[in-house]
């Protein structure tokens, strides 16, 4: 199973940019997928999360800016992010919990990180 991101980059503040993250692999389905992101010297966060049935939930810090859309037939997750500010320069992980068997149970992975950086 694996976790891949896409997007990504450097972007001038005020600006936008669109993450996706795509899971492959073998697996029977996933629940919640989302975004969390880390900034140098300050520990990993979530910003936003949506379930398998569309609910979500964002960090305050990205409220009003920051959409999250799933994509349940391709398996991917996508963040648009919008209004971009210097802050929210960090380091962009995906996150799934993935049903792998049948067992009801799921198992997080994590994709590898993607660098956005928001130049003032």
């Known amino acids: 199973v694996q976790l891949q991101a896409f997007g990504g980059g450097l972007v001038q503040a005020g600006g936008s940019l669109r993450l996706s993250c795509v899971a492959s692999?073998?697996?029977?389905?996933?629940?919640?997928m989302g975004w969390y992101r880390q900034a140098p010297g300050k520990q990993r966060e979530l910003v936003a999360a949506?379930?398998?049935?569309?609910?979500?939930n964002f960090a305050d810090s990205v409220k009003g800016r920051f959409t999250i859309s799933r994509d349940n037939a391709k398996n991917m997750v996508n963040l648009q992010m919008n209004s971009l500010k210097p802050e929210d320069t960090a380091v962009y992980y995906c996150?799934?919990?993935?049903?792998?068997?049948?067992?009801?149970?799921?198992?997080?992975?994590w994709g590898q990180g993607t660098l956005v950086t928001v130049s003032s």
């Open positions: 996150n799934a919990g993935l049903r792998i068997d049948l067992r009801n149970i799921f198992h997080e992975y």
């Open positions: 949506i379930t398998s049935s569309g609910e979500t």
């Open positions: 692999g073998s697996f029977l389905s996933i629940n919640v």
